[in-house]
């Protein structure tokens, strides 16, 4: 569902450089949103590459934007793809809006090749606090714990054991991704890229609440797009940030 890219394919083309593809790379988008990224994974890389996007609306506005670019209606949770299938899935802005985080990261896990990239741009708090850091743990502990009830069947939501206020801590995002089986081998900041579009967005809207109202189509939940409430007209904690990470899928080559 993602349609928030902030620094926009600069920073695509920045992860596509650092994580060294294969020519013919077969990619995978997840949270595919416009097509925009698959199409420049096609036209500019000859990367075979496949958009996916819980949004059956955002698959059709996707495929009327960039006719015969491969785009499917899929959760990321549960991806329809044989094993070892990518030799990259990149997430640009989307797993901290997945409804349960460790399944996206597996299933991303399950479908790469030995040996193959998983690119993440997301949100992440530069400086948590660690006392809230440790409740945070602490309160999704003791939710996963609680016994299920009668009428719960169905529930597609989780405690997050990764993500403060909406936006990622790093050092536990890191270590669910590791014992899943990657291995970090690159991540930067860019929050300057974070700036920039909430510039951008301003300018253009007047605010951001305005701008996601805008930019969501009819009908669905605003969270679906951004972590941090600024859909709500809330606040972002002071330090959010913005970052980019990619990691390898542990295994021979």
Known sequence: MTMIRPG??????????????PDGARVLDV???????????????????????????????AKARHPGLDLRVMEAEFLDFESNTFDAVLMECFLSVARLQPDASFEAYCTLKPGG??????????????AKVAAML????????????????????????????????????AGMLEETGFEVEY??????????????AIMGHGSLTEYFQAVVPEGEDP?????????????????????????RKRGDV
């Open 138 to 173: 602490t309160e999704a502990h003791e939710k996963a714990r609680q016994p299920k009830v009668d009428g719960a069947c169905g529930e597609n939501s989780a405690p997050s054991f990764v993500m403060l206020d909406g936006a990622f801590v790093v050092d536990e995002l």
């Open 117 to 130: 990239k998983l690119i993440l741009t997301d949100l992440y708090r530069r400086n948590p606090d660690p």
């Open 8 to 21: 926009g394919e600069a920073l695509t083309k920045k992860a596509i450089e650092l994580a060294g593809f």
């Open 187 to 200: 991540f930067s900041d860019e929050t300057a890229a974070l700036a920039g579009f909430a510039a951008q």
């Open 31 to 61: 949270g595919c949103g416009e097509g925009d990224t698959v199409r420049l994974l096609k036209e500019q890389y000859g990367f075979d590459a496949v958009g996916i996007d819980a949004s059956n609306k955002m698959v059709d506005s």
């Open 223 to 247: 969270a679906a797009y951004c972590a941090c409430g600024a859909f709500e007209g809330g606040d972002c904690p002071k330090d959010l940030g913005y970052f980019l990470m990619i990691l």
